[in-house]
């Protein structure tokens, strides 16, 4: 009896913790997030670009931030460096061959925090058909009402990894192995919508 009774108090502050989290729409329609990455350009300077297309979702309650989840979606093609060239180039075979791999997606598996607005975010993020953990480095930069009626909550995060880790082995030189991604992520609450 004690077992059972342990088990639906464990079940039941489980669920009231998920009851208690709000979900997110990331706010891609008012272009209050981004996804940018830089890599550097032969060692020399460094090369910026963004996705333009990506939608996504998260669940988040500040009294308990480790039940938050994300899921995002991107249009690997919609991909931009401010050089259409160079973007026909990152769209083709030498690099993210959206062809072939038209989506990339990433799924968290946790989230830790590691301080009064901080955490650290892992995941399983498929890109070029592979699949990789990764963990973002995660601050929280605020939430409120907005002038709408409407309640957002923002994040901002970075991580890096090798382009080799996806299967992208094309030789930009030893100093453009690695490239950084950085996250900036407005969501609006799905039920103020």
Known sequence: ?????????????????????????????GAHAFIQFKIKHLGYSWLYGRFNDFEGSFNYDPEHPKDASVN????????????????????????????KYPTARFKSTSFTPTGEDTAELKGELTLHGVTKTITIDVTEVGGGKDPWGGYRQGFTGTTEFALKDFGIDY???????????????????????
Do not use: C, W
């Open 72 to 99: 995002v979606e991107i249009d690997v093609s919609s991909i931009d460096s401010n050089h259409a060239e160079r973007d026909k180039h990152l769209r083709g075979d030498d690099f993210l061959n959206t062809d």
């Open 171 to 193: 030789d930009l030189g030893p100093a453009s192995r690695t490239v950084e991604l950085i996250l900036d992520v407005e969501g609006i609450a799905k039920s103020m919508m």
């Open 1 to 29: 009896m004690t077992r059972f009774l342990a088990f639906g108090l464990t079940l039941l502050l489980g669920l009231s913790s998920q009851l208690h989290a709000t979900e997110y729409t990331i706010d891609t329609k």
